[in-house]
């Protein structure tokens, strides 16, 4: 059966990302940093090859999409744009820290709203809605590896909602330039919409990047102390049940 491998690649660094600001709907270039960075990585051939090449609207994205895949033909895809940070845009977490509706935010309250901005629940079934197009037109056209060049939010949108290993959705972060590679059986897609995560960019057998793997470890490790919550939880609830009978 064929399968379908795509590559989730988060865009270079930019000014804002340097100084810890939630840049969303601002249209940022890359930093000079960011753009050198992506060149050395790019030298390196740590990137993955892909016959065809999503990416955000955003000007950090097709930035970052034309030095990695110079000879690409990006396709935009709008719904792929991060979230809109509303009256938090440009602020960064310490001077929001004690601000309630952003503590309920980042603690993944799902009615938390940021203020004149788009809400959690919204932005991951647009960009989720967004994904499901990408794999249904790869299944369609029979085209078997594609590249999303996006945004950290987005990213992580996707894998909190298909992943496995299942984690949650700030168990996804990734550094800028870097991301992830998955692979999606037609069968299990189409049973359950599940994706594997089968590799990070850069993959291991081409660069050690700690912070990556770290990451992905983290990922495995939320999924592995869930599924041993839930088994806790049920074990409780049968003794419970045995008691009361």
């Not at 509706?101 to 938390?112: H, L, T």
């Not at 996804?172 to 059986?185: A, E, L």
């Not at 089968?198 to 990451?215: H, K, L, R, S």
Request: hydrophobic share 35%; proline share 4%.
């Amino acid at each position: 059966m064929k399968c379908y491998k795509i590559h989730l690649i988060r865009h270079g660094a930019t000014l804002g990302n340097s100084l810890g600001q939630y840049i969303g709907v601002t249209d940022s270039p890359l930093s000079d940093d960011g753009k050198n960075a992506l060149i050395d990585m790019k030298e390196k051939n740590l990137y993955p090859d892909a016959q065809v090449h999503f990416v955000s609207p955003l000007k950090r994205c097709i930035e970052t999409a034309k030095i990695i895949y110079p000879d690409a033909k990006p396709i935009i895809i709008k719904d792929f744009s991060e979230c809109d940070f509303g009256d938090w845009e440009g602020k960064t977490g310490e001077e929001l820290k004690d601000n309630t509706e952003f503590q309920k935010w980042v603690s993944g309250g799902e009615n938390a709203t940021p203020p004149n901005g788009e809400s959690g629940v919204d932005f991951q079934i647009r960009t989720c809605t967004a994904f499901e197009r990408v794999v249904e037109g790869l299944m369609k056209s029979g085209i078997t590896s594609a590249a999303i060049v996006a945004h950290g939010g987005t990213i992580m949108s996707i894998l909190a909602a298909y992943g496995l290993p299942r984690a949650n959705f700030y168990d996804w972060m990734v550094p800028n330039g870097q991301g992830y590679s998955i692979i999606i059986t037609p069968s299990l897609w189409m049973r359950s919409k599940v994706v594997e995560v089968y590799n990070t960019i850069p993959d291991q057998g081409d660069a050690q990047n700690d912070m990556v793997y770290y990451v992905y470890n983290v990922a495995r490790q939320t999924a592995m102390e869930i599924i041993g919550e839930n088994k806790e939880k049920e074990d409780n609830n049968d003794n419970a049940e045995n008691t009361n009978e």
